[in-house]
């Protein structure tokens, strides 16, 4: 097994999103910490907090307007942005500076140890906030803009988006819709049935993007067989036409039976599969340069238990 | 739901002396498929499709002299030698329904909007109609997600949906109930809600005494022989 290092930081704690049983609250964080502290995985696990992410970086994809909106909406006492699903509060830019920041220290941290499995502990999540726009809990594309880093700052332009969160990741597909270095696949609940509305696989980028997007929408029900088909006969054959050089692995975990932000119907077993496959693609096609940024998963038993599966595939030594 | 608010205007028209070579140059370029034919004061006259087009044209198939000679012919030809003049029409307040009757029955792919003075002031199209619906039930609207609950047979289950989502501040913009088609099915509840807060929608739709239905695909029921 691998080591492990896992970006976990106490300003996301802070992103309070008022009780009231809001799913996206900070115990989902200290449920995955919780777990792992008495997983066998312990032993080779490192703990490291994050770092804001500087203001010039948050801009490759989001408006200058939004990012003062957002953080004089937290300063001025509100308590949503753009919709009441989208609960913040005073910390909660700060905390956000710091989800974003975490998958910048994780890029460094890869480029420096090639083949460092790292999981960022990003919260709040990010993949459907869009340029001028806070939507599904997400203010900050955590993801987005770590691609952009790894193409800006290391020079990985050829970067690859797998986003297996239950829902589309309608925020990470316009950020790079028309943009043929950065290739964005999601795998999620069909659009009709499923929030935010997004996803149709008829979507395959824009202009010269066209071909650097792939949705796969499973119908409600879906379960474990339906991601390994689609990985065989989608996934898998889009990583070897792209080849990336870097690879960032959108993580939610409500895809999973037990948890009703979703119709499917996944297993925990299944994430040690992505885990796995996430290993392996890394040693296939980037010298090992994987990033894992948490995204969805609510249901807190099954997202910690999610999260230790999908570790383990992940630190496999020879996956 | 009246076509006034859904028609493409301002209509493009044509003159019936306009040569069919110009009226294909002009279908192609504006990517239209059909054409109002009108006379000198605006009144509808005909109408030209893409297909009566077509079938003006000579088949590709012919030798290279008859093609050419056709080809002479057409450039001579008014378009009032091919139009249809028999044609179907809505006003501005025939409703969406009034369109979709015409539409689907004399399967035309589009209707001239007539006002009382048989003025052409714009057209419907099937894809107009198309954006229509879309627009009306919300379908590809960002941000929302479509739910099926199980209708439980008991009373009112309109107003008891309703009246839980408001009461715990769930946004939803539509909620259609769809009678049975079939005497062993039950009816079914469609609910449009914008939040990505399912957690909350199902909890309160479970208070309301409502199931959330894994949307299936039902075998057709077999027909009798």
């Known amino acids: 097994m691998l080591p492990l290092t896992l970006i976990h930081d106490p300003h996301c704690l802070r992103h309070d999103t008022g009780g009231n049983d809001h799913p996206e609250a900070p115990s989902r964080l200290a449920a995955i910490t919780g777990r792992l502290q008495k997983s066998p995985l312990a032993a080779q696990t490192t703990t490291a907090p994050s770092r804001p992410a500087e203001r010039h970086w948050l801009t490759t994809v989001h408006s200058e307007e939004y990012l003062l909106r957002f953080e004089e909406s937290c300063l001025a006492g509100k308590s949503s942005l753009d919709h009441p699903d989208n609960q913040l509060c005073y910390d909660s830019y700060e905390a956000a500076l710091h989800a974003a920041g975490m998958g910048l220290l994780a890029i460094d941290c890869i480029e420096k140890n090639p083949g460092r499995r790292l999981f960022c502990c990003t919260r709040p999540p990010g993949h459907h906030a869009e340029r001028s726009l806070a939507l599904g809990f997400c203010f900050l594309n955590n993801a987005a803009i770590a691609a952009r880093y790894w193409q800006e700052a290391h020079g990985r332009r050829k970067v690859m988006l797998i986003d297996w969160d239950a829902h589309h990741g309608n925020g990470i597909q316009a950020a790079f819709e028309e943009d043929p270095e950065v290739f964005y696949l999601s795998i999620h609940e069909h659009p009709t049935w499923s929030f935010p509305g997004t996803g149709w696989k008829e979507e395959?980028?824009?202009?010269?993007?066209?071909?650097?997007?792939?949705?796969?929408?499973?119908?409600?029900?879906?379960?474990?067989?339906?991601?390994?088909?689609?990985?065989?006969?989608?996934?898998?054959?889009?990583?070897?036409?792209?080849?990336?050089?870097?690879?960032?692995?959108?993580?939610?975990?409500?895809?999973?039976?037990?948890?009703?932000?979703?119709?499917?119907?996944?297993?925990?077993?299944?994430?040690?599969?992505?885990?796995?496959?996430?290993?392996?693609?890394?040693?296939?096609?980037?010298?090992?340069?994987?990033?894992?940024?948490?995204?969805?998963?609510?249901?807190?038993?099954?997202?910690?238990?999610?999260?230790?599966?999908?570790?383990?595939?992940l630190a496999t030594l020879d996956p | 739901m009246f076509i006034a608010r859904y028609m493409t205007?301002?209509?493009?028209?044509?003159?019936?002396?306009?040569?069919?070579?110009?009226?294909?140059?002009?279908?192609?370029?504006?990517?239209?498929?059909?054409?109002?034919?009108?006379?000198?004061?605006?009144?509808?006259?005909?109408?030209?499709?893409?297909?009566?087009?077509?079938?003006?044209?000579?088949?590709?198939?012919?030798?290279?002299?008859?093609?050419?000679?056709c080809l002479a012919e057409l450039d001579k030809t008014p378009v009032s030698a091919i139009m249809s003049r028999a044609f179907f029409t809505v006003t501005p307040d025939s409703t969406l329904d009034d369109a979709l009757i015409l539409l689907d029955r004399e399967r035309v792919g589009a209707l001239p909007v007539l006002d009382e003075a048989g003025t052409v002031v714009g057209i419907f199209s099937i894809r107009d109609l198309i954006k229509a619906y879309r627009s009306l039930f919300g379908l590809g609207e960002r941000g929302s997600a479509m739910i099926v609950v199980a209708d439980d047979g008991n009373p009112k289950p309109l107003t008891r949906i309703s009246r839980v989502l408001e009461e715990h501040q769930i946004r939803f913009?539509?909620?259609?109930?769809?009678?049975?088609?079939?005497?062993?099915?039950?009816?079914?509840?469609?609910?449009?809600?914008?939040?990505?807060?399912?957690?909350?929608?199902?909890?309160?739709?479970?208070?309301?005494?409502?199931?959330?239905?894994?949307?299936?695909?039902?075998?057709?029921?077999?027909?009798?022989?």
């Open chain 2, 9 to 69: 205007t301002p209509p493009f028209t044509i003159a019936p002396e306009m040569t069919i070579p110009a009226a294909r140059e002009l279908l192609q370029s504006r990517h239209f498929r059909h054409l109002p034919v009108v006379d000198e004061g605006g009144k509808l006259i005909g109408m030209l499709t893409d297909r009566d087009l077509r079938s003006a044209y000579p088949s590709s198939v012919l030798s290279g002299e008859v093609i050419k000679s």
């Open chain 2, 173 to 225: 913009t539509r909620l259609i109930r769809k009678e049975k088609e079939n005497p062993q099915d039950n009816a079914t509840i469609y609910l449009r809600v914008n939040t990505y807060n399912l957690s909350a929608v199902r909890s309160a739709l479970h208070e309301a005494g409502f199931q959330v239905a894994i949307p299936t695909i039902i075998p057709p029921t077999e027909q009798p022989a």
């Open chain 1, 204 to 313: 395959t980028g824009l202009g010269p993007g066209k071909g650097a997007t792939c949705n796969i929408p499973l119908p409600p029900g879906s379960d474990d067989p339906a991601v390994m088909k689609a990985i065989a006969e989608q996934v898998e054959p889009a990583l070897n036409r792209f080849g990336p050089e870097a690879l960032v692995i959108c993580a939610g975990f409500d895809g999973h039976a037990a948890d009703d932000m979703s119709g499917l119907r996944y297993s925990s077993e299944l994430y040690r599969h992505l885990g796995e496959c996430a290993a392996r693609w890394a040693a296939r096609y980037c010298d090992g340069r994987v990033l894992t940024l948490l995204e969805g998963g609510y249901h807190l038993e099954s997202l910690a238990a999610g999260v230790e599966e999908y570790l383990t595939g």
